[in-house]
């Protein structure tokens, strides 16, 4: 199987001329759109490897993480809905027997849904109802607009070392 069994995210430019929230969540679902685009093409083998040798980052494996950190933010922290909690990371981003990427971006294009409708109608200002959380939504999305594209980045390393491909 390869990730041509995924179907690749339109990416849309967020608003330059719009609201804060707007302008907030267009970056997001921009950042969003291009870790799936990043990972277009690869293999389950290429997707699964550790291209550099120190790390224990996969693509993957990284598409996992930002599906857990999605949830935790906006479905659990944020909106106090009654989901389950992801696996723990403790082993970094573990691949399990049976993931497949298609699979993996399968669920992180319905997790970022879920984050939408989480968060659809509340204001900026609004504060987390998690338990023990004291952020605003602005804050959920201003730090996973920075966590998103720090993965990226992560993504365009690991991308370019496994088959040299490079790009937006």
């Not at 909690?85 to 990427?101: H, N």
């Not at 730090?143 to 088959?163: F, N, P, Q, V, Y």
């Amino acid at each position: 199987m390869t990730s041509a069994d995924a179907s690749p995210v339109e990416r849309i430019r967020p608003p330059e001329n719009g609201t804060e929230r707007d302008t907030l969540v267009g970056l997001l679902d921009f950042l969003r759109a291009t870790v799936v685009h990043k990972v277009y093409g690869l293999s389950d083998e290429q997707a699964f490897a550790r291209p550099v040798a120190a790390s224990q980052l996969t693509p993957g494996g990284l598409l996992k993480h930002l599906t857990a950190v999605e949830r935790y933010w906006f479905s659990i922290d944020f909106a106090a809905l009654d989901v389950a909690w992801p696996s723990t990371e403790q082993d970094g981003f573990p691949i399990e027997p049976g993931d497949t990427l298609a699979g993996i971006v399968a669920g992180y294009v319905a997790e970022c849904e879920r984050s939408r409708s989480a968060i659809a109608g509340a204001e900026l200002d609004a504060a987390a109802r998690g338990e023990g959380m004291a952020f605003t939504l602005r804050y959920a999305l201003a730090h996973m607009i920075e966590e998103t594209a720090r993965h990226c980045g992560h993504l365009d390393l690991l991308r370019e070392s496994i088959d040299g491909q490079t790009g937006q």
